[in-house]
Nanobody
């Protein structure tokens, strides 16, 4: 059993930055691939970024490449998403995801956090 708790969301102006965190407990964090998904109003949940258990491989949806950086600190059981140059289209609830298999645009892990709201104002 893995519990995931996101934090760091909030209101930011266009072009600003936020860093999301996902604290994991109840499982072997270093043994899981991790990822971030988001869901905007009226849209389905979509993949944003993924990272392998080692942190050596990352994946990003095209719309955030060059702006977002996913990372993890296995010693702290924490996943991060650094978001720079934020745009209104980034407004969504962001969810932390974990699983034993690959997490990317087409695949998701078994465990989910409750989400944290990110709102980007013009």
């Amino acid at each position: 059993q893995v519990q995931l708790v996101e934090s760091g969301g909030g209101l930011v102006q266009v072009g600003g930055s936020l860093r999301l965190s996902c604290a994991a407990s109840g499982g072997t964090f270093s043994g899981y691939n991790m990822g971030w998904f988001r869901q905007a109003p009226g849209k389905g949940r979509e993949f944003v970024a993924g990272i392998t258990w080692s942190g050596r491989t990352t994946y990003y949806v095209d719309s955030v490449k060059g702006r977002f950086t996913i990372s993890r600190d296995n010693a702290k059981n924490t996943l991060y998403l650094q978001m720079n140059s934020l745009k209104p289209e980034d407004t969504a609830v962001y969810y932390c995801n974990a699983g034993t298999g690959t997490i990317n645009r087409d695949l998701q892990g078994r465990y989910w956090g409750q989400g944290t709201q990110v709102t980007v104002s013009a």
